[in-house]
């Protein structure tokens, strides 16, 4: 197929037939990728089995890892979705906005949609753009991130277009994504919630809300995850460049004298204070020290032009486990495959 791609222009005006039009190819079955805020989406209409398989195919995903249900405005759940109390409360402090919570699903959200699970993800997107394509489409709309699988999520429509031209309908171009990591999902319990992935929505916001915030263990170390984890997405690879990424943990000095002290020529992923400390290296701009947003904004960029880089390995400093930088942790260590040395500190 012929994947049309679309610069949206002004988006609070004159895209007002682009929009039209996406919303009539999602709501005949069709993919439309589409600007968020957290990453790029790939659409489809989520009350319709046919169109999300599609979605599945222009991945290559696997069917047991769900999509999220997007909506304009959070009272929409109710047509497909037990909403509670805290989903609202949650709604009226996070929504719009990169907060995703799990629901008991009802029968209108097909079985393709969920991974066949009993419950079904929700999430209201802060950008224009997603909420106006929505609203367009008439229908929620079912969409994980505009990658292959496997690859890192895509932060702008370039990045989509490299990997899904020829597979979707159509992109809408929106710019770079400000946030650059997925939202933060999580799922709602008796005693509280329970964090599944971290992202821009801290755990001690959360906990503004609801009153228990447990993390999950397999947010910080993925093998916790098992073959039955509570959100399938934690099981697969992600993330993953194609080159080698391998971590480094220590301080800011450990990981400069680390990286000079190897042999080969190498890719490093450097914080902004340290760009000039590397003698035998390509450098990649991570964001400053103490920048988590720059770094969650820069983070898959990075990693998707690390491929072009032709080195035969990258190394990074392992971020800290402390809430900012969770979201970065949980994504960095996937796309290393869990591959973390120490540096001399
Ligand atoms: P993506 O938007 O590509 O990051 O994919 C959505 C992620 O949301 C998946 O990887 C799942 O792990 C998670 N998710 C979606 N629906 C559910 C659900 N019903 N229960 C648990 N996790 C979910
Ligand atoms: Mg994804």
Redesign the pocket.
Known sequence: MKTEFIKLTDIEDTDAETFLRAGKILREGGLVAFPTETVY?LGANALDPDAARKIYAAKGRPAD????VHVADPREAEAFAVTTPVYYALAQRFMPGPL?V?LDKKPLVPDSV??G?D???VRCPGHIAARRLIQAAGVPIA???ANLSGSP?PTTAEHVLADLSGRVEMILDGGACAIGV?ST?I?LTDEGCTL??PGEVLPRELASVVKNVFVAPAVLDPDAAGDHP?????KYRHYAPKTKLILVEGSRDAFVDFVNSRKDFCGVLAYTEDLKRFKQAKIMDLGGENDPAAQMHNLFRILREADHMQVPVIYAPLPPKTDEYLALYNRIIRAAGCEVIKGRS
């Open positions: 989406g890892n769900p999509l999220i995703t799990i969920t991974g699970l419950t079904v993800a969409a994980p991130s999520s997925e999902v799922r599944l992935r509570q959100s399938p997405g934690m």
